[in-house]
Antibody, heavy 118, light 110 residues
Framework: EVQLVESGGGLVKPGGSLRLSCATS????????MSWVRQAPGKGLEWVSY????????YYADSVKGRFTTSRDNAKNSLDLQMNSLRAEDTAIYYC???????????WGQGTLVTVSS | QSVLTQPPSVSAAPGQKVTISCSGS????????VSWYQQLPGTAPKLLIY???KRPSGIPDRFSGSKSGSSATLGITGLQTGDEADYYC???????????FGGGTKVTVL
């Protein structure tokens, strides 16, 4: 069974940084694109970023562009999200998802909570 | 304000049918595939429908998807109490080079 396990969430002050990681297993990681999707408390889903299998294509939501960086290590089967200049509105559960086709998320991690507050 | 528009809530009695609409534009639904996700309370979302109308293995045929023009619809027949959840549509938006989601629809079984 495909496994996606996020880590690195926590409480951070506005303007601070945090790095999320997603450890994957039970599939050939390098063959799949990956994304981060977040969900603010009591709100809907918001796509954050996309990275192709080779990292050739990387896209970001306008709300995080220039502040967040998505990267992957195919040798370690892991996906990262470096988040800088964090704002209160970045408070959310962050999900690591496996992507197929033109974009659909066929597997989701359990999520990691990021809270930005002073 | 979400790029894709869904009704905030729908409801029906057990055994009945509900439909959830998802309205977009030519830059997303009109020219790209739609997927649907179910989020049960306190859990991560789960893929229900992909490529407009395909069900992953393990998803019962009570769930169906369709697309017409720039709109899509999720149907749930034989409604069960276990179907109470939030449902989201999603699609790639070619103009934004971004994934867009609907605001979500809460399904209540009366």
């Amino acid at each position: 069974e495909v496994q996606l396990v996020e880590s690195g969430g926590g409480l951070v002050k506005p303007g601070g940084s945090l790095r999320l990681s997603c450890a994957t297993s039970e599939f050939t990681f390098s063959r799949y694109s990956m994304s981060w999707v977040r969900q603010a408390p009591g709100k809907g889903l918001e796509w954050v970023s996309y990275v192709s299998g080779s990292s050739r294509y990387i896209y970001y939501a306008d709300s995080v562009k220039g502040r967040f960086t998505t990267s992957r290590d195919n040798a370690k089967n892991s996906l990262d999200l470096q988040m800088n200049s964090l704002r209160a509105e970045d408070t959310a559960i962050y999900y690591c998802v496996r992507v197929k086709g033109s974009w659909y998320a066929d597997f989701w991690g359990q999520g990691t909570l990021v809270t930005v507050s002073s | 304000q979400s790029v894709l528009t869904q009704p905030p809530s729908v409801s029906a009695a057990p055994g009945q049918k509900v439909t959830i609409s998802c309205s977009g534009s030519t830059s997303n639904i009109g020219n790209n595939y739609v997927s649907w996700y179910q989020q049960l309370p306190g859990t991560a979302p789960k893929l229900l429908i992909y490529d407009n109308d395909k069900r992953p293995s393990g998803i019962p045929d009570r769930f169906s998807g369709s697309k017409s023009g720039s709109s899509a619809t999720l149907g749930i027949t034989g409604l069960q109490t276990g179907d109470e959840a939030d449902y989201y549509c999603g699609s790639w938006d070619s103009s934004l080079s971004a994934v867009v989601f609907g605001g979500g629809t809460k399904v209540t079984v009366l």
